[in-house]
Each structure stands twice: as C-alpha cells, then as structure tokens.
C-alpha cells in the first residue's frame, strides 16, 4: 500500500468506528430509503469485488443495466463499496498478522523439539563414549559435527563486530606543582620544565 492508499485505509477506518459509536448505518449497509431491491443489487455489486461491473450486477439481478447504473449513481456504490474493501482488507491484514504469529510459535515449538532430539541423541553418543563403545560415525557425519558445534559455539561467543573494547589512552606529558622547584633539567633539550619524580615512585 502506498501512502494514498493508507490515508484512505485510516480514514475508511475511522468513518466506520465513528459510525458504530454513533449507532449510525455503515456505508455498505443499507441506507434509510434505500430500496430492498436496489441494496440486494449494491449487496451483489460488493461481494463481486475486483469482478464488478454493472452489466454482471444486472444479469445476477435480472434487471437492466440501465436500472443498476441508475441505483449505482444514487447510492453512490463505488464509494460505498470502497470504504467496504478498506475495512475488509484491514480485517485481513489483522488476521494475517495473527496468523504469522502463531505460524512463528509453531516454528518456535518445533525447533525447540527438534533440538531436545538432538540433545538426546547426543546424551547417548556420550554414555557409549564414556562406555568405551565406538560410534561408526563416517567421515561426512564427523565433518557435520564438527562444522553445526563450530556454528554454535561462534553463536554463543559471539561475532568479533559484536565484541566491545573500551579504549584507553593514555597521554605522558609534564605538569608543575606550585610547591615543586625546579632542578634545572631539561626534557628533549628544551628549557627546565618539572622537577624529576624519586626513583621508584609512579
């Protein structure tokens, strides 16, 4: 959906919420004066969907296309119908949210199954290792082993991007006490700076 379409989405959104906390009609259902015959047609047109023509409404309705096109027009059916796909695709969209979340459950709770069969199976390599007992793994099946333990210890550890280090610097320079003398020393052959520090202080 573009931006258009979701200002439309919201405000098809909002137009029904106000018109439920108003008691008021919906705009796809029928509206006061509204002949039965004319809403069973708009009914018709509204449930066709991407497939609605008039001429498809007059066929069904046993009526004239000139009829159904005069009931489109004076109940104003394609705005009607509009703001009846807005809500219905919002009612989609909300469904379909809850269904990828119960599909990542699912997915979830298998993975989690999966890995306790694993688990168990490699509880039991382990007794026959411990036992002493070979376990006539191949070459390839050893390989694997190797590269799905690697995988996960490097999950567990972590990538080194991932890592933080704090930096410290560290900046050797020369600062003078009020209550230091100077002893005449040089630093690079400049002019006397500070007095040395005794041996053996840091």
């Not at 269904?99 to 699912?106: I, N, P, S």
């Not at 333990?149 to 020369?174: A, H, M, P, W």
């Amino acid at each position: 959906m573009n931006a258009n379409d979701d200002k439309r989405y919201f405000d098809a959104l909002e137009n029904a919420e106000t018109a439920e906390e108003k008691g008021k009609r919906q705009l796809w259902e029928r509206q006061v004066g509204e002949s039965s015959k004319a809403y069973s047609a708009f009914q018709k047109y509204r449930d066709l969907a991407e497939r609605r023509t008039m001429k498809k409404v007059a066929e069904m309705s046993q009526c004239s296309e000139q009829n159904i096109a005069r009931w489109a027009q004076r109940w104003a059916w394609t705005h009607r119908a509009a703001e009846f796909d807005m809500v219905e695709q919002g009612k989609w969209r909300e469904q379909a949210s809850r269904d990828r979340m119960q599909m990542k459950r699912r997915q979830i709770a298998l993975g989690q199954q999966l890995q306790a069969i694993a688990a168990h199976g490699v509880r039991e390599w382990q007794q026959r290792i411990a036992a002493g007992q070979a376990l006539n793994l191949s070459a390839n099946e050893i390989a694997t082993l190797m590269e799905v333990g690697s995988k996960l210890e490097q999950n567990g550890v972590g990538d080194e991007k991932d890592r933080r280090y704090t930096k410290i610097v560290v900046n050797f320079g020369t600062h003078e006490y009020e209550d230091e003398q100077d002893d005449g020393k040089t630093i690079d052959g400049g002019e006397p700076r500070t007095k040395a520090l005794p041996e053996g202080n840091s």
